[in-house]
């Protein structure tokens, strides 16, 4: 295929070829190789990625920068932020029983929850997050000038200079304070690596969170098997992540050598991108790969990607997802679109799929 | 049945702590692979071939018993 500079490139579309991809020692995920597959304004023109931003550079460096917050990551300590989870979506949804019988979902809940909790987790102030989100959401944007990122990045940029020294004045108890306190990292680290937390936390899991509840009130079948056995929410919500695959545009990554992979000759600086939801599709892999099926245990999905860089959140946005949806669906049990499915506006010119708006209603 | 883990190639996402944490944990310090039992029953097979095809660095690796 050809991206949209005219540079030639390559899309996978096979699960097992997108994970020996992900983890080939031939391809980096270094920012300035990389070129966008769909067309945009916003291009990185070999820029290398700022410092911190281990999310675009390669290892060492990557993983010398992720190993000082995988520990704030793992399976055990994101089961331990549930009942500050569960406080925030209970909070949201109070706010959402006021606003109705009839409200926008993702204004009042699911745009909401993830980003209230990476602030608390990081220690940035409640009054600054709908600025923040602004901004990520501007930078998500496909359609997006040059002109406008700019202004998104000065606006979370100026955030962080003012935020980020405060901080390392005054270190709190929390993510960012023991980072400070580790000593491992200098300012302008810390400002990379709050704006990737920032980042990789805002955009993904809300869309996430509103696009499960919209295919569960699409496939009420399955929703209403949820409802009997509450014991396949862990199942459900992988098999969402999978069949929903929210980050559409996949992952890329470009040949640091001539390499022959797949049984083609890549050249060196070339990119591939994986399509990410035909992966997560492939017949070869999945039984009904089409089927939402709230009951499957082949999961193995790759929403969260593979390989060094698979996401670093995503027991975070696991515990979130559950939390959520079990919430929701239990003080709203009546909770239901008041527009056909086909009629929810959607963000299809953003790096992260999702309604624009939910438009619902329930019983009071 | 024989499990190895190996921490220098670890990259913490967990997945083998999701999948089967009364054998697998991860470190507080920094998230790495913490094996809890090395040898496990042959029934848990199954599970630990999810986890190594799961697992995005190929830091788990099973070794079965000859003629098992």
């Excluded at chain 1, 540079?7 to 699960?15: A, D, N, V, Y």
């Excluded at chain 1, 390392?168 to 000593?183: K, S, T, V």
């Excluded at chain 1, 919500?237 to 022959?260: C, K, N, P, Q, Y």
């Amino acid at each position: 295929m050809s991206y949209p500079d005219g540079s030639p490139g390559w899309l996978i579309t096979r699960h097992a070829e997108a994970k020996e991809l992900l983890t080939h020692k031939s391809f980096s995920a270094r920012q300035e190789g990389i070129i966008s597959p769909v067309p945009t304004e916003l291009q990185y023109d070999g820029r290398a990625a700022d410092p911190g931003a281990f999310a675009k550079t390669d290892d060492p460096i990557h993983s010398q920068y992720r190993k000082l917050v995988t520990g704030f990551f793992t399976v055990r300590r994101t089961r331990q932020l549930a009942p500050m989870i569960e406080r925030i979506v209970h909070e949201q949804l109070d706010d959402l029983e006021k606003a109705g019988p009839g409200a926008d979902l993702v204004e009042v809940f699911t745009e909401s929850v993830p980003s209230r909790v990476m602030c608390e987790m990081i220690g940035v102030p409640e009054s600054e997050r709908k600025t923040l989100q602004r901004h990520v959401e501007t930078l998500g944007r496909l359609s997006c000038t040059v002109p406008e990122a700019l202004a998104a990045v000065s606006g979370m940029s100026g955030f962080l200079s003012r935020f980020v020294p405060a901080r390392m004045d005054d270190p709190r108890d929390d993510l960012l304070g023991d980072l400070i306190r580790g000593g491992q990292l200098n300012e302008q680290e810390l400002m990379g690596m709050a704006a990737t937390l920032i980042t990789g936390a805002f955009d993904t899991t809300g869309n996430m969170l509103a696009m499960g509840v919209f295919t569960l009130l699409e496939h009420p079948d399955q929703l209403a098997r949820l409802r009997e056995d509450p014991e396949l929410m862990a199942g459900a919500v992988e098999e969402l992540l999978r069949f929903l695959t929210i980050s559409h545009l996949g992952a890329s990554r470009w040949a640091l050598e001539d390499v022959e992979f797949a049984g083609q000759a890549i050249k060196k600086g070339e990119v591939v991108t994986v399509a990410l939801p035909a992966v997560n599709r492939d017949p070869e892999r999945y039984n009904n790969p089409d089927q939402l099926d709230i009951g499957r245990t082949d999961h193995g999905h790759l929403a969260l990607g593979h390989g060094v860089h698979q996401c670093l959140g995503q027991h975070l946005a696991r515990t979130i997802l559950r939390v959520g949806y079990e919430a929701l669906f239990d003080r709203f049990p009546t909770l239901r679109l008041t527009v056909p499915g086909d009629e929810v506006p959607m963000r299809d010119d953003f790096v992260h799929y999702g309604p624009r708006s939910l438009p619902v209603t329930w019983d009071d | 049945m024989r499990i190895t883990a190996d921490r220098e190639v670890c990259c913490a996402a967990g997945q083998c702590a999701l999948i089967a944490p009364d054998l697998f944990d991860q470190s507080d310090e920094d998230g790495s692979v913490v094996l809890l039992e090395a040898q496990p029953d042959a029934g848990r097979l199954d599970t630990l071939r999810e986890v190594v095809s799961r697992c995005p660095t190929g830091a788990i690796r099973i070794e079965e018993d000859p003629g098992a």
